[in-house]
């Protein structure tokens, strides 16, 4: 399997004489794009597959034709079976682009439930294919649990340990070294604006660190079995960040917080990490990083699952804080 990384750091000043003609674009090359995730919490799957092009000048957002490769067919192997994907077409949401429907393939009737192999072919029509393989994960297989609370309502006042313990890992050996877990800790709440209310989320990070103010640590991706420890300083910054100081704080109602745990595919976890240390702020790069693990072409083919608990929250811990409870 090819995975393919680009990341150019700039590390030193540079100086190009006002004399030299120097072009941001290389030669260009016509490569295939295929791009699939499999979802286990749904039966509909989605693909796309498309091709590179090249533009007058330097903007590619100058583009106004559609990049998708008809008359293509693309392929599924699972579990000794073979399933087919079917092209479609959906209007746009966006035409400030293109103006023709949106076309990708589909599978509406393709839930994995177990853990084993899957493959995807592409089989272009001048003759070419684009081929990848990862993993599925089976759901039962997989553990999440949650402690540290002295009652069965989400509070940051006599947690044991003084944090909570938010713990995962999988039930079988063989699923480990291709398993990568990412936590997620929200709360959830709406602000009502003119008998209005919207939902958000706030999400908890692992830790603040205090770097000309407080900055949040959110938690990254961990391999195998693991344990997330927030302690209550943490979770009481969180919940004041939800509404400034002087507003008026009942117009926000605090739900419920949602433990969300994704589980990736090697695949998966590799482009999330790539996307986590170009966006890092501690970073200088002048390019955003390439991932692709298609033989053939490039894109990405990999799979996730998840599992979520929702937990009441303690109505005299929010109104510690000024908020209405529901």
Not at 125 to 153: H, N, V, W
Not at 227 to 239: E, K, P, V, Y
């Amino acid at each position: 399997m090819r995975k393919t990384f680009l990341i150019i750091l700039i590390s030193i000043p540079f100086i190009v004489s006002c004399d030299e003609q120097v072009s941001p674009k290389s030669d260009f090359k016509n490569i295939y794009v295929l791009n699939c995730i499999i979802r286990s919490d749904t039966a509909y799957q989605i693909a796309t597959l498309s091709h590179t092009y090249d533009v007058e000048g330097y903007d590619p957002y100058s583009n106004t034709e559609d990049p998708f490769i008809n008359n293509a067919s693309v392929v599924l192997t699972f579990n000794g079976k073979q399933y087919v994907m079917k092209d479609t077409i959906t209007a746009r949401t966006d035409t400030s682009r293109y103006n023709e429907p949106m076309k990708y393939f589909y599978l509406s009737n393709f839930q994995p439930n177990h853990y084993g192999p899957i493959k995807i072919e592409a089989f272009l029509p001048d003759g070419k294919t684009l081929t990848s393989e990862t993993f599925t994960f089976e759901q039962t297989s997989i553990f999440m649990s949650l402690s540290g609370f002295a009652s069965r309502k989400f509070t940051s006042k006599n947690l044991i340990n003084g944090s909570i313990e938010f713990s995962w890992g999988t039930l079988q050996s063989q699923d480990i070294g291709n398993a990568y877990f990412f936590p997620e800790i929200a709360i959830v709440y709406t602000k009502e604006i003119n008998n209005v209310k919207t939902r958000y989320t706030k999400k908890i990070p692992r830790t603040y660190i205090n770097q000309s103010g407080y900055l949040p640590v959110y938690p990254g991706i961990y391999v195998g079995s693991s344990t997330l420890n927030i302690d209550s300083t943490t979770i009481n910054r969180a919940m004041r960040e939800i509404a400034s100081e002087g507003i008026n704080k009942k117009s926000y109602t605090i739900e419920n917080v949602v433990f969300r745990l994704l589980i990736l595919d090697e695949n998966l976890a590799a482009y999330y990490s790539a996307q986590q240390t170009f966006l890092d702020e501690f970073s200088l790069r002048s390019y955003q990083p390439e991932f692709s693990n298609v033989t053939g072409g490039l894109g990405l083919f990999g799979t996730y699952n998840f599992k979520s608990s929702v937990m009441e929250v303690d109505p005299e811990f929010v109104a510690g804080f000024g908020y209405s409870n529901p």
